[in-house]
């Protein structure tokens, strides 16, 4: 989310994810972004990856913020960050806020196309 309060899709406006936090303060994460098909080739492969995240780590909490120190995640670049969202809860569905940042996986305010 933009500091305007601007929010773009960037997995596309009908991801699937899900969230996890268990008890002993460990959140899961799994996103994948809208309209992925089965890959037949490496290219394919290839581009379903540019539009999946896949992490997991200890939990901060924070107010209406979480901080997420990652041990476990899809690109090992990931592993050893801290990664902070902030997040509502909206009856039973929990909305994660991301800050805006480009993305390392995509150029600037782009999506990748589903292959």
Request: some cysteine; proline content about 7%.
């Amino acid at each position: 989310m933009r500091e305007n309060g601007e929010k773009l899709p960037v997995m596309g406006q009908h991801p699937t994810d899900y969230a996890s936090l268990t008890p002993d303060k460990r959140v899961f994460f799994v996103l994948t972004g809208e309209g992925r098909k089965p890959a037949e080739t490496e290219a394919q492969r290839a581009a379903l990856m540019s539009i999946l995240v896949s992490c997991t780590g200890r939990l901060h909490l924070d107010g209406d913020s979480w901080t997420a120190d990652l041990d476990v995640a899809k690109d090992p670049k990931w592993a050893g960050t801290k990664q902070t969202r902030m997040f509502k809860l909206d009856g039973g569905r929990l909305q994660v806020l991301t800050p805006w940042r480009v993305m390392p996986n995509r150029a600037a305010g782009t999506r990748p196309a589903a292959s």
